[in-house]
C-alpha cells in the first residue's frame, strides 16, 4: 500500500467508524454487525500503528465510543469510564497473557473471567451507603446523570448495609433487558401496530435487540415507561478513594454480601490455559442465559497489579474481552416461503442466494413471524444480513438499506394458508399466524399421524414420515384409527413394498396396542397435552372416561395442570370428531386405562415429602429427575412456597427461587446429597 493509499482509508475509515458510533451510541442503531464494527476498527488499528503520521485528530481508537446528550445532566467522572481491547482468538487471549507476564516479572498472578453481559454499562454513586447519582459512560469523561431511570431498576439497591464497603463508593456494572422483557415489548408493539393499521397510523418501530433496546430505555424522559421495561443491573467492578479490597473477587464478594446483583458464574484463573477453558465452556452455554452476553471479560485480580499495569488512552492494559463470534455474511434474499406445521403453526423462511457462512452454505433462514418481517421492513430482492449464532437454522439480523433495488415493494405475510387455501387466523396474545383447518389441512393431518408414530407416542417405528405420506397420499389413511385398518394386501398394492416390508410394518402396528395409556394420551395430540402432561394426567385419572367426564374445575385440581390445558382438554372432549376417532380406537384394542403396572415405583423414600427442581443436573435431564423423585413416592411441585420441603439446586438453579426459599426456610439440597436421600 502506497502512503497515499493509505491516508485514503484511514480517512475513510474513521468517517465511517464516526459515523456507526454515532449511530449506535446516540440513536441506538446497528448498521451492521459488532463484528464488521470491529473488524474495521481493526483494520484501522492496524494501519494507523503502520502510517502514525496519518492518524486523525477525531481516530476512534483513541477515545471511547460514546457521547453524552442534552436532555440530561452532564455529570464528569471522578475516573475515566473506559472500554475494553477486544479479541475473537485465541492467539490473541495468549499474547495478552504475554504481556501481562512481561510486565509483572517473575509475579504470581491470577484472572479472574466474567460474563460480558451485553447492554448498557453504568456508574453507580454511593454517599453514606445512599445510592446519589447513576451516570452513562458517555465519551469516558462525561456521562449523562440517569439516575431517576436507573432508580426504576430492582436489582439496584437505594440504600446498602454493610460493613465491609466504605460509606463513600463506586459500583460499575452493566444494565440488560432480559430476554422475557425484550420480547414481551415487542408483542405489545405487534398488538399496537394493528390497532394503528386499522386507523391508517404509521406503525411503530420494533426493538431490534436488547442491547439496543436497553440504551434507548436509559435514555428515556419517562421513568414509568422504563419501570414497566423490567431491566437488569449486574455489578462488576468497585472503586473508591482508598482501595478497600486487595484483589477484585473481595470486592466481588463484598458487594454480593451488600446484596449488589453480582453474577456468580466467574471464575478465578491461575493461568492462560484456564482462562481459554472458561471461554469455551461458555461458548454455547451462554444461550441458556435469560440475557444476551457477548464474550468473556478477563481481568487481573489483584488491584496493585493492576497498577502496575495501567491503562492506554481507551482501556485498562490488565484487561481483555473476549468476544464471541456472530459470524455474519450478507446475500440476497430470493423469496419467502411459508411452512405448515403440525400445529398449524405458518412459519415464514427465507430462501437466500447460498453464501458461506460459519463453515456451511447457508440457502435459508428462518424469519419466526409476521412480527419479524414488520421489524425487518423485508423488500423483494433486498440484500440481508445472516448471522448463524449458536442456533442452527440461521437468522436474518438486518436489511443492507444501500443495497435495496429502487420500487420493489415490502413483503407482506400471507393471508391464506399455502396448503389447503383456509384464511389463517391470529389468536389472541400469540404471535404465529395459523391455519385452523385442522382437519382438512394435509401438513396438519400428516403431522398428527407423525407424532402418533413417535418414539414417546405410540412408537411405532417400522412406519415413518416416508411411509406415512405414501399411505396418505393413497387415500389409506385419512385419521390414527384408520392405521391399525391396514391389510397387507393394500400395502402390496403399493409401489415399493414387498411381503417383508408389509409384515413389519403390521407387527409394528400391532405391538403399539400394548403402549401404556399415558402414550396413547400423548399420542392424540391434544394442544398443550406434552409427555410429561400426558402422564400427569394418566395418574391422576386412570382412564380417558374419567377424564372426558372431568369438569373444568376437577381437571385444574391435577397436579400441574393449569386452566390453558384444562381448557384445550374440555374443547377437545367437545368435538364429535374427537370422540369418533377415541371410540375407533378402543376398537382397535389401545389403551385407555391406566394399569397400574404402568407407573415405575422403586421404592418409598420420598413417600410424603416434596421437592421442586432448578438448574441443571449432572447426572439427570431435568424430567428425568422428577420422574425419580416421583418413583420414590415423592412429589413435585411447581414453585416455592410454604408446602415445599426440598429445592434440589444444581448447577445455575434460579437465584430467585434460591433466595425464596431461603426466606421460607425451605431446605436446599445438592444434587448428591439428593442421591443419598434415595440410595
Ligand atoms: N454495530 C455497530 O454499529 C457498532 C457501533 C459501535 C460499537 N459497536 C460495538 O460496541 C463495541 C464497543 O463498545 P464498548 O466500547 O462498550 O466495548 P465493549 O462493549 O466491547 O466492551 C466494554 C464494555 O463491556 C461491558 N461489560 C460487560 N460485562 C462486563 C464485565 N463483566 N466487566 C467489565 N465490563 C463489562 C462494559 O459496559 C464495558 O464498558 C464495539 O467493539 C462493537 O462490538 C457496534
Ligand atoms: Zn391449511
Given amino acids: 500500500?502506497?502512503?497515499?493509499?493509505?491516508?485514503?482509508?484511514?480517512?475513510?475509515?474513521?468517517?465511517?467508524?464516526?459515523?456507526?458510533?454515532?449511530?449506535?451510541?446516540?440513536?441506538?442503531?446497528?448498521?451492521?454487525?459488532?463484528?464488521e464494527f470491529d473488524m474495521l476498527l481493526n483494520k484501522l488499528i492496524d494501519l494507523e500503528k503502520q502510517f502514525p503520521q496519518f492518524t486523525q485528530p477525531d481516530s476512534p481508537t483513541q477515545r471511547v465510543g460514546g457521547g453524552i446528550t442534552k436532555e440530561f445532566l452532564t455529570v464528569t467522572h471522578k475516573r475515566p469510564m473506559l472500554s475494553l481491547s477486544n479479541t475473537y482468538n485465541e492467539q490473541?487471549?495468549?499474547?495478552?497473557?504475554?504481556?501481562?507476564?512481561?510486565?509483572?516479572?517473575?509475579?504470581?498472578?491470577?484472572?479472574?473471567?466474567?460474563?460480558?453481559?451485553?447492554?448498557?454499562?453504568?456508574?453507580?454513586?454511593?454517599?453514606?451507603?445512599?445510592?446519589?447519582?447513576?451516570?452513562?459512560?458517555?465519551?469516558g469523561e462525561q456521562g449523562d446523570d440517569v439516575t431517576t431511570n436507573i432508580k426504576t431498576i430492582k436489582t439496584v439497591p437505594l440504600k446498602v448495609h454493610s460493613q465491609k464497603l466504605p460509606p463513600n463508593f463506586e459500583v460499575r456494572g452493566e444494565v440488560v433487558m432480559p430476554h422475557e422483557s425484550f420480547d414481551r415489548i415487542n408483542d405489545e408493539i405487534a398488538k399496537e401496530n394493528e390497532q394503528r393499521e386499522k386507523e391508517g397510523k404509521k406503525p411503530l418501530a420494533f426493538l431490534a435487540n436488547p442491547r439496543n433496546a436497553t440504551s434507548g430505555t436509559i435514555k428515556m424522559q419517562d421513568s414509568s415507561v422504563v419501570a414497566k421495561r423490567n431491566l437488569m443491573f449486574y455489578g462488576y467492578d468497585f472503586l473508591a478513594d482508598n482501595q478497600a479490597f486487595i484483589t477484585h473477587e473481595e470486592s466481588l464478594k463484598a458487594l454480593k454480601e451488600a446484596k449488589f446483583n453480582i453474577s456468580t458464574d466467574y471464575v478465578k484463573c491461575k493461568n492462560i490455559d484456564e482462562v481459554i477453558d472458561f471461554v469455551n465452556r461458555w461458548e454455547t452455554k451462554r444461550y441458556d442465559l435469560p440475557m444476551d452476553t457477548d464474550g468473556i471479560v478477563v481481568k487481573i485480580n489483584d488491584y496493585s497489579q493492576r497498577e502496575t499495569l495501567g491503562f492506554t488512552a481507551k482501556s485498562p492494559r490488565w484487561a481483555i474481552a473476549y468476544k464471541y463470534k456472530a459470524e455474519v455474511a450478507s446475500t440476497i434474499l430470493e423469496s419467502v416461503v411459508y411452512q405448515v406445521g403440525r400445529t398449524g403453526a405458518v412459519t415464514p423462511v427465507a430462501n437466500l442466494k447460498p453464501v458461506k457462512l460459519a463453515g456451511t452454505t447457508v440457502k435459508r433462514a428462518t424469519l419466526h413471524n409476521a412480527n419479524e418481517i414488520a421489524r425487518l421492513d423485508l423488500h423483494q430482492g433486498d440484500t440481508v444480513f445472516v448471522q448463524k449464532a449458536g442456533e442452527i437454522i440461521p437468522q436474518i439480523t438486518g436489511v443492507d438499506m444501500s443495497k435495496r433495488p429502487q420500487g420493489v415493494a415490502p413483503i407482506h405475510f400471507i393471508e391464506n394458508c399455502p396448503e389447503c387455501n383456509t384464511q389463517l387466523i391470529r389468536k389472541e396474545g400469540e404471535v404465529a399466524f395459523i391455519c385452523p383447518n385442522e382437519k382438512g389441512c394435509p401438513p396438519q393431518i400428516k403431522g398428527k399421524m407423525e407424532h402418533f408414530i413417535s418414539r414417546k407416542a405410540m412408537n411405532i417405528d417400522s412406519l415413518g414420515e416416508k411411509t406415512i405420506e405414501t399411505f396418505f397420499q393413497a387415500g389409506m389413511i385419512k385419521t390414527v384409527a384408520d392405521l391399525y385398518k391396514i391389510k397387507k394386501e393394500d400395502i402390496l398394492t403399493l409401489e415399493g413394498f414387498k411381503e417383508t416390508s408389509a409384515n413389519n410394518i403390521l407387527a409394528g402396528i400391532e405391538t403399539s396396542k400394548q403402549k401404556p395409556?399415558?402414550?396413547?394420551?400423548?399420542?392424540?395430540?391434544?394442544?398443550?397435552?406434552?409427555?410429561?402432561?400426558?402422564?400427569?394426567?394418566?395418574?391422576?385419572?386412570?382412564?380417558?372416561?374419567?377424564?372426558?367426564?372431568?369438569?373444568?374445575?376437577?381437571?385444574?385440581t391435577a397436579p400441574e395442570i393449569g386452566e390453558k390445558i384444562a381448557q384445550?382438554?374440555?374443547?377437545?372432549?367437545?368435538?364429535?370428531?374427537?370422540?369418533?376417532?377415541?371410540?375407533?380406537?378402543?376398537?382397535?384394542?389401545?389403551?385407555?386405562?391406566?394399569?397400574?403396572?404402568?407407573?415405575?415405583?422403586?421404592?418409598?423414600?420420598?413417600?410424603?415429602?416434596?421437592?421442586?427442581?432448578?438448574?441443571?443436573?449432572?447426572?439427570?435431564?431435568?424430567?428425568?429427575?422428577?420422574?425419580?423423585?416421583?418413583?420414590?413416592?415423592?412429589?413435585?411441585?411447581?414453585?416455592?412456597?410454604?408446602?415445599?420441603?426440598?429445592?434440589?439446586?444444581?448447577?445455575?438453579?434460579?437465584g430467585s427461587k434460591l433466595e425464596k426459599a431461603e426466606k421460607l426456610g425451605v431446605q436446599v439440597i445438592s444434587e448428591s446429597q439428593f442421591l443419598e436421600m434415595i440410595k
Fill in 92 to 139: 490473541d487471549l495468549r499474547d495478552f497473557d504475554e504481556r501481562i507476564k512481561k510486565t509483572l516479572g517473575d509475579a504470581p498472578y491470577e484472572y479472574i473471567c466474567e460474563l460480558k453481559f451485553d447492554g448498557v454499562a453504568m456508574s453507580l454513586h454511593y454517599e453514606n451507603y445512599l445510592l446519589t447519582t447513576a451516570v452513562t459512560r458517555g465519551d
Fill in 568 to 654: 384445550s382438554l374440555i374443547e377437545y372432549f367437545k368435538d364429535e370428531d374427537n370422540l369418533r376417532l377415541i371410540e375407533e380406537l378402543k376398537k382397535a384394542g389401545l389403551q385407555f386405562t391406566m394399569q397400574e403396572e404402568d407407573k415405575p415405583q422403586l421404592s418409598n423414600k420420598l413417600e410424603g415429602k416434596t421437592f421442586l427442581v432448578s438448574g441443571v443436573f449432572a447426572n439427570f435431564e431435568r424430567d428425568e429427575i422428577k420422574n425419580v423423585i416421583e418413583a420414590h413416592g415423592g412429589r413435585v411441585l411447581s414453585g416455592v412456597s410454604g408446602k415445599l420441603n426440598y429445592l434440589i439446586a444444581g448447577e445455575n438453579a434460579g
Fill in 517 to 556: 395409556f399415558k402414550n396413547v394420551l400423548f399420542g392424540l395430540g391434544i394442544r398443550f397435552i406434552g409427555e410429561t402432561v400426558a402422564e400427569k394426567l394418566a395418574n391422576f385419572f386412570k382412564s380417558i372416561e374419567n377424564l372426558q367426564k372431568a369438569s373444568l374445575e376437577e381437571l385444574t
Fill in 1 to 35: 500500500m502506497t502512503p497515499e493509499q493509505a491516508q485514503n482509508e484511514i480517512a475513510e475509515l474513521t468517517q465511517k467508524i464516526n459515523y456507526y458510533n454515532e449511530k449506535y451510541y446516540q440513536e441506538h442503531i446497528s448498521e451492521i454487525s459488532d463484528y
